[in-house]
């Protein structure tokens, strides 16, 4: 995937492993979380697209440091 960084520099990033993720849990403040579930389509969180169902993903970023200054 590629896209831009919010300074205006161009990023790119590659996927080097996934794992799905068969069975967990998880507690907050001694409260269970709930059941894994499919993610959303857009979660918000930047441009990147997240695996649909729940993963381990490695991954490398790459940022153009010479890209154009913030606006």
Wanted: glycine content about 14%; overall charge negative.
């Amino acid at each position: 995937a590629a896209g831009r960084a919010p300074g205006g520099q161009r990023e790119w990033y590659g996927v080097d492993d996934y794992r799905p993720i068969i069975d967990g849990s998880l507690q907050i403040d001694g409260r269970d979380a709930g059941r894994l579930a499919a993610l959303p389509q857009d979660l918000g969180v930047g441009m990147s697209a997240f695996p649909a169902l729940p993963a381990v993903v490695h991954l490398c970023a790459l940022v153009d440091a010479d890209g154009p200054a913030p606006r």
